[in-house]
């Protein structure tokens, strides 16, 4: 017997309101994976574990107890490290950020976590404090040089100028500004830039990017890429 329509029909509803909810927040990255994306992971760990069962149980028959137990051990240990690894606050200070963290920061705490992003790919960094305008001061172990300012927008403030404009005359193509923005830059901006010259914008999309592993060199354009002196 068919249920009444004053029954059904809330129910195709809801199921259609749900099946929408769940379709925007997976378009959106929120809803987490689905079992197709996680199965992979699952098999993987599967054969590893079979296979480390059975070397444990191979071992123990030719050599006895000390095989198993010292395999326990070692797996102890790994288990212990990459517990470690991935807590946040040690993969932040590998130079690692979700773009939730990047946005809960002050201009501070966003100043060292491009220092920890720097020295991530390998720049010796010099962290200059200061209450509203930090900046960071970079060497490459190559001789590239890099100076990092923090502003909403790129061009200087009335009582600011660029630092080094005239130093390193030796080579002036070694040495890179960048403006950090967690918003986006205005065409002024842009224009500003590009008069300058050696000088790039990295604007938020860009800065979750190398926060999420991306290196630096990887998202300056061509023709603000680095060059060797």
């Known amino acids: 017997m068919a ?10 509803e809801q199921r259609h309101r749900k099946r929408d909810t769940v379709r925007r927040l997976r378009a959106q990255g929120r809803y987490g994976p689905t079992f197709r994306d996680v199965l992979p992971a699952f098999a993987v760990l599967a054969v590893t574990v079979c296979a480390v069962v059975a070397g444990l149980v191979v071992g123990s028959r030719a050599a006895g107890v000390v095989v198993p137990v010292t395999g326990v051990l070692l797996l102890a ?18 130079g ?13 705490g ?20 200061a209450p509203d305008r930090p900046r960071l001061c970079a060497r490459h172990p190559d001789g590239r040089r890099l100076d990092v300012a923090f502003r909403p927008v790129a061009e200087p403030l009335p009582d600011e100028a660029l630092p080094h404009s005239h130093a390193h005359r030796e080579h002036p193509d070694s040495l890179l500004h960048l403006v950090v923005h967690r918003g ?3 065409a002024r901006d ?12 990295l604007d ?4 979750e990017r190398w926060a999420q592993g991306a290196r630096l060199d990887e998202l300056l354009p061509g023709e603000h890429r680095f060059r060797s002196p």
């Open 96 to 108: 690692h950020y979700t773009p939730q963290e990047l946005f809960d920061l002050d201009i501070q």
């Open 110 to 129: 966003l100043a060292l976590a491009v220092a920890r992003m720097l020295r991530r790919d390998h720049w010796k960094v010099r962290l200059l404090p």
């Open 184 to 186: 986006t830059f205005q």
């Open 190 to 201: 842009i224009r500003w830039a590009q008069r300058e010259g050696n000088t790039f914008l």
């Open 77 to 94: 240990v790994v288990l212990v490290i990459g517990i470690r690894r991935r807590r946040p606050g040690a993969r932040r200070r590998r």
């Open 3 to 12: 249920r009444p329509s004053w029954t059904s029909e809330p129910t195709e």
């Open 204 to 207: 938020n999309p860009a800065l």
